[in-house]
T-cell receptor
């Protein structure tokens, strides 16, 4: 199994540009989530999904959109990038039995810089 | 609102020492607590998961304890090695919302030879 994969690994955007961060998992996990990690602030939940067609907001959802059309994929969209979105983004997945309370599997991260 | 704190923020120890990392949380109504390891520039790796009904979990040289009533967890690392150098994060999920994990800011550990 490849586990949780994320692309790209690095990305530089200009303010106002849009892009999609890709996340895929091959473990048939129902629960998937996106976090951002900033120095001194830990990981903060952006959006999460408990299954195909179901998404919900986390702690810091503004400026981000998500969709879940398949069990395997959970892309994160930045519609109009801002410098405040400069961060490292992590995708995670787990079985749904206890949602975030199950063992979480993380991807390697995407390092995003917005100029 | 649940808040998770980890002390110390950084720790540097010589190889072979036994050490303890601390995690505290403000709301004791947790579903479980997880400890993760993060290497520089990498993602998180799950180390131990403790259910709220458990007191401790062990994996190799790692032992995590949980005192839910006092809002504290400790990660004990026995006979530390340079390969243990990483950032260690704890996270909790709450009883009223198991869909979300709340993370601490981590303890950066360096074990020198």
């Amino acid at each position: 199994n490849a586990g949780v994969t994320q692309t790209p690994k690095f990305q530089v955007l200009k303010t106002g540009q849009s892009m999609t961060l890709q996340c895929a998992q091959d473990m048939n996990h129902e629960y998937m989530s996106w976090y951002r990690q900033d120095p001194g602030m830990g990981l903060r939940l952006i959006h999460y999904s408990v299954g195909a067609g179901i998404t919900d907001q986390g702690e810091v959802p503004n400026g981000y959109n998500v969709s879940r059309s398949t069990t395997e994929d959970f892309p994160l969209r930045l519609l109009s990038a801002a410098p405040s979105q400069t961060s490292v983004y992590f995708c995670a997945s787990s079985y749904l039995q206890r949602g975030a309370g199950d063992e979480q599997f993380f991807g390697p991260g995407t390092r995003l810089t917005v100029l | 609102k649940q808040e998770v704190t980890q002390i110390p923020a950084a720790l540097s120890v010589p190889e072979g020492e036994n050490l303890v990392l601390n995690c505290s949380f403000t709301d004791s109504a947790i579903y479980n607590l997880q400890w993760f390891r993060q290497d520089p520039g990498k993602g998180l790796t799950s180390l131990l998961l403790i259910q709220s009904s458990q007191r401790e979990q062990t994996s190799g040289r790692l032992n995590a304890s949980l005192d839910k009533s006092s809002g504290r967890s400790t990660l004990y690392i026995a006979a530390s090695q340079p390969g243990d150098s990483a950032t260690y994060l704890c996270a909790v999920s709450s009883v009223d919302n198991t869909d979300k994990l709340i993370f601490g800011t981590g303890t950066r550990l360096q074990v020198f030879p």
